[in-house]
């Protein structure tokens, strides 16, 4: 785990979020781009092709516009509850600032389900 | 209208007096029952302060042995510490508790806990059990309605700590618990340093983010062997480990030497951390004292509590703690 900047405020928008790190960066994801890289074991694999990555981006852009409920899991991560669409995904702060910067919250690696 | 369902309604309240029939009764009662319990859930989440679940991916690794240890440690710390044994598959919390034998303690509908080493409270499904060599093969449901009742009955008091030992791998219990007692603190992953426990651990990680239970972090057990010796002081020393595998040490100046030797791989608890991203909480040597102390009743962490080992859980626990305490996330304004 390398170090990352300690976000200190969430800002839920319409269709995004801005999210402020302590070190005074400021970023904004499209609930879009967070919902397609859902975490959770049933959305993941999803990813691992082109052809279901694809068919996950429809669908997740299909889903009605909504903020989301956000809630903190432990001491390191956030999880956002909708009412529609998947909910079960648990947010490291690692990935949140991933997403941030523009980078594969996946690091490129495929998932495989429970078989690593 | 004489059949329609309306009567019962009638204003005038001619039916009311009518008595319900058995199964109408049965209903009733069973879902005042429910409702009592759920109360009671909910009571009891309040009155205990931290729940946390044990979990592995696989049997054998330790994971009695590490939540009766947590729970000790805790104990030996001042908290008001409770135990919860909810593996049916081998429910072993009450030997390594001294409680061998003990039956459940039922007065006035309510559970009453055992008193084991310390003042840590126990409840174990070995307490329903006739005879604790022949496993209990319950279905399905019959099962979960237990561990709510296990859940909802039980007269905890107030607990600083509710330590969970659960069956090994994937399986309905932690999400029955999980959906009856509310705020979880989170999950303490239990793992040996070997590949396939590693494997299975990682399952754990995923299962619980469908859980939607925190991972407080991975505790690595049975990590090292120390072996400690004596010879001329300033002289070097060679042990032959496993896998004939050499370690050279230079004895102190009073002539003592210790090696740890690798009885699996040592670390893999720490990278399946990284990996994942979730916190390592610590390594718990290869201590032939919890074997003997599982056997005789008398937990390792009571029998020495200033030993490698306590000492070792002690610093688990601290890390423990610093997860469920003030969070990073604290001082993060959501708007
Ligand atoms: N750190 C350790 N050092 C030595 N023996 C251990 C250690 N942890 C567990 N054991 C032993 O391994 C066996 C399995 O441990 P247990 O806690 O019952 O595992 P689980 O609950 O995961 O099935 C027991 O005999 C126990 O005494
Ligand atoms: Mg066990």
Redesign the interface.
Known sequence: ?SEIP???????NDTDMDLSYADGSKFTVTYDDLRFTC????CSPERNDDESAKSLRREVESLPAEKPK?R????????FDWVKGCS???Y????LWALANGQDPDGGKPYVH??? | MADSPVTKHDPKGSDLLESPSPQQQKQMESAYANMRRKMAMQEIGRKIKHKIMVLSGKGGVGKSTVSTGLALSLAQQGHTVGILDIDITGPNVPKMMGLDGKRLHVEQGRIHPAQGHLGVKVISMAFLLEDEDTPVVWRGPIKLGAIQQFIGDVEWGQLDYLVIDFPPGTSDEPLTVAQSLPDI??MVIVTTPQDVAL?DS??SI?????L?V???GVVENMSGYTIAGLTTPETSVEVAGPGGKKHRVTSDKDGKFSVTLDIFKQGGGKSTA?EF???FLGELPFDPGFVRGGDDGVHRIVSEPDGASAIAFAKVVEAIK???GT???Q?????
């Open positions: 785990m300690q976000l200190i405020r969430l800002e839920r975490p959770c074991a049933k956000v903190t899991i432990g001491k390191y991560a956030l999880a079960a995904g648990i490291r702060f690692e990935r429970g078989a690593w | 603190d989170g494997l990682r399952k995923t299962f619980s983010e469908s939607k925190p991972v407080l990284e991203g979730v916190p610093s997860q469920i969070s990073s996330s001082g993060l304004e959501i708007i």
